[in-house]
């Protein structure tokens, strides 16, 4: 059965004529509903197997929708042009009565006639929940529904929480005082709650769609996203920036494939030990999943390398492009949480726990200089770290090593068992305007996967053994880097400041707005003095007012402003206007790049993703 769900305001149908020879009685040609749900369905060939239960499981889908947008009207109706592959009609209405039986039982329902041609008009309310897809298979095995073992046992996974501050007490969660910890708190409980669903469009969404940087994609799977060209520009860039970090603390980058054997015995086992749901294909009749991370190409690649104790720690990096996970549709947010991510993931192979933990603390002081130099600091995230209890109590030290090394109090979410195929990870999370928590930079060390995937290194007395495997995401996924700095730069607006972007992730660094077409000329002399210093800058020579120039950069948070007018011209001075300061400064061109580029040096550049010239650049979001 192919779904489609949209929250709306109200939908009204009147039917027309016949579609089919023999359609269901209609009394009513009217029909409409206001703040509903409308569930358009297409029951397919595979339903016939059986229809019970699709039925169930589309009810289910319906519930837990309506009750995550609290609504108590549902309208149920019969839309065949979501398939190409159909049922009979007979299962097709009977299917369709079910659901608008079992669902009447629960909400106020209104179905729309089967075998009927039907206008319709509806007005979606355009949340991040309100339009959802959904493809229900009978009979489908808990493997098909990209579900894994350790997925599962997460949610009933029974935690001790703590917080560890940096003198290494542990103080119960409950009991913690968070006066001065307002983040530590909100994320603690978060993570408690274990709850990641929303019922409200994050502030990041409207920002990132009106800096036209990046978009829904209603052709796509929710989740996959359209990045336009200045949104590509920042991602390039984090890409590159994470990358150069990661290669100058030893990273060998290597690149691997997007999808995997089902059936490959290794890859099946280590699964079901991650916690995550994968999307699952078919080609010349084998089962592939879109892998969620690089782990498994670079454990195949390890597997089949021939390395001696003298190349440990062995560094293998991939910037994975795409990763893939099926996360729930309601907890699909923006580029908070989505279903295809960039994920740059470096593994660390390691002869033992002394040479983990050794490496662990280099990589520790590598996620906070790629946080830090990312544009957000440790005061913009809440660490936690997951931990065995066995493990914990073993390397005490060690954690509080890592708890002191951050310098701020730390969630500790210790286990009785352990569930995963690691005994310790730490996380940096940013908490965002809606208290929401989204993991960012992370570790782990893996006890299981070496001797899973028989990655073998021959030790100092000639003996094979497993490594101990690290697995690091040194930013997280840059999606989220980007939500992240969106969701920081609002926060700052609603406590009183200026919101911007870092200056070297800014698409256009420097504006400058000639006051009439007398200064243009002039005005691309100093673009292209200023360009030739490095630096992204682009001339607003639209025919428009000044004021509305200045406001439009403001609006685009263009870091320098400036306004090149008659005096500009025949002092060879610019008035420059210091967006993050709220102050305006008298500056030569040279004093103007010498200004900027202290902030961009060290960072990665690419050129003005679009035209210098304003009035040649198209408009993507309207």
């Known amino acids: 059965?192919?779904?489609?769900?949209?929250?709306?305001?109200?939908?009204?149908?009147?039917?027309?004529?016949?579609?089919?020879?023999?359609?269901?009685?209609?009394?009513?040609?009217?029909?409409?509903?206001?703040?509903?749900?409308?569930?358009?369905?297409?029951?397919?060939?595979?339903?016939?197997?059986?229809?019970?239960?699709?039925?169930?499981?589309?009810?289910?889908?319906?519930?837990?929708?309506?009750?995550?947008?609290?609504?108590?009207?549902?309208?149920?109706?019969?839309?065949?042009?979501?398939?190409?592959?159909?049922?009979?009609?007979?299962?097709?209405?009977?299917?369709?009565?079910?659901?608008?039986?079992?669902?009447?039982?629960?909400?106020?329902?209104?179905?729309?006639?089967?075998?009927?041609?039907?206008?319709?008009?509806?007005?979606?309310?355009?949340?991040?929940?309100?339009?959802?897809?959904?493809?229900?298979?009978?009979?489908?095995?808990?493997?098909?529904?990209?579900?894994?073992?350790?997925?599962?046992?997460?949610?009933?996974?029974?935690?001790?929480?703590?917080?560890?501050?940096?003198?290494?007490?542990?103080?119960?969660?409950?009991?913690?005082?968070?006066?001065?910890?307002?983040?530590?708190?909100?994320?603690?409980?978060?993570?408690?709650?274990?709850?990641?669903?929303?019922?409200?469009?994050?502030?990041?969404?409207e920002l990132m769609r009106r800096l036209e940087l990046v978009d829904y994609e209603p052709g796509s799977d929710p989740g996959n996203l359209r990045y336009y060209p200045k949104g590509r520009m920042i991602k390039a860039l984090l890409e590159q920036y994470v990358t150069d970090r990661i290669l100058e603390y030893g990273g060998v980058e290597v690149e691997t494939p997007l999808m995997y054997d089902f059936e490959h015995p290794t890859l099946s086992k280590y699964l079901n030990r991650f916690p995550a749901r994968q999307y699952t294909i078919e080609s010349d009749n084998k089962r592939y999943f879109l892998r969620f991370a690089a782990c498994f190409g670079q454990f195949l690649m390890a597997h089949d390398a021939i390395i001696s104790y003298k190349n440990l720690p062995l560094r293998l990096y991939e910037l994975a492009r795409y990763a893939f996970r099926r996360e729930k549709s309601g907890e699909l947010t923006g580029l908070r949480r989505l279903r295809a991510f960039t994920m740059p993931d470096v593994h660390a192979l390691c002869t033992d726990v002394t040479q983990a933990k050794q490496e662990y603390k280099r990589r520790l002081d590598l996620c906070i200089e790629v946080i830090e130099g990312c544009g957000l600091t440790l005061d913009d995230v809440e660490p936690a770290i997951r931990v065995t209890k066995d493990f914990y109590e073993e390397h005490k030290d060690f954690v509080e090593y890592i708890v002191k090394t951050i310098g701020k109090p730390a969630l500790i979410e210790m286990w009785g068992e352990r569930v995963f195929y690691f005994v310790l990870k730490y996380e940096f999370n940013f908490v965002d305007a809606l208290s929401k928590a989204s993991c960012l930079s992370t570790d782990q060390i893996d006890v299981e996967n070496g001797e899973r995937y028989d990655i073998n290194y021959v030790d100092n007395d000639g003996v094979k053994k497993h490594p101990l495997i690290l697995h690091c995401s040194p930013s997280g996924a840059i999606e989220r880097v980007i939500y992240a700095l969106l969701e920081k730069a609002h926060l700052v607006k609603e406590q009183g400041g200026v919101p911007c972007l870092p200056m070297w992730l800014s698409p256009t660094q420097v504006r400058i707005i000639p006051v009439s077409e007398d200064q243009l000329e002039y005005a691309m002399k100093v673009a292209d003095e200023i360009e030739s210093g490095g630096i992204r800058v682009d001339v607003d020579d639209r025919d428009a007012t000044v004021g509305l120039k200045i406001r439009d950069a403001g609006q685009e948070w263009i870091p320098r402003v400036v306004v090149v007018g008659e005096n500009e011209v025949k002092s060879k001075k610019l008035t420059v206007t210091i967006r993050e300061l709220k102050e305006k400064k008298e500056l030569s061109v040279k004093e103007l790049v010498s200004e900027v580029l202290p902030q961009i040096s060290g960072k990665p550049f690419r050129p003005i993703p679009l035209p210098r010239n304003i009035s040649e650049r198209p408009k993507f979001v309207g």
């Not at 109200?10 to 040609?29: G, N, R, S, W």
């Not at 959802?132 to 935690?159: F, H, M, N």
């Not at 542990?170 to 708190?185: C, G, M, P, V």
Request: charged share 30%; with cysteine.
């Open 1 to 205: 059965m192919r779904v489609l769900l949209l929250h709306c305001d109200y939908l009204e149908f009147t039917v027309q004529k016949k579609a089919i020879k023999e359609p269901e009685q209609v009394e009513d040609k009217l029909g409409r509903l206001e703040e509903c749900i409308v569930c358009f369905m297409a029951v397919e060939k595979v339903d016939e197997g059986d229809p019970g239960y699709v039925v169930s499981e589309l009810v289910k889908v319906i519930s837990e929708l309506a009750s995550q947008v609290k609504v108590e009207n549902i309208v149920v109706y019969p839309y065949a042009h979501l398939s190409s592959e159909l049922s009979n009609l007979d299962t097709a209405q009977k299917v369709l009565n079910n659901v608008y039986t079992k669902v009447s039982e629960k909400y106020n329902a209104l179905k729309a006639p089967f075998g009927w041609y039907k206008s319709f008009e509806l007005k979606c309310k355009g949340h991040p929940l309100s339009e959802l897809s959904r493809t229900i298979v009978p009979g489908q095995l808990k493997e098909d529904s990209g579900e894994s073992d350790a997925l599962s046992k997460e949610d009933k996974l029974e935690s001790e929480w703590y917080i560890m501050t940096p003198d290494g007490k542990l103080h119960d969660i409950s009991e913690f005082d968070y006066s001065l910890h307002e983040n530590l708190k909100k994320f603690s409980f978060y993570e408690k709650a274990k709850d990641r669903t929303v019922s409200k469009a994050p502030p990041h969404i």
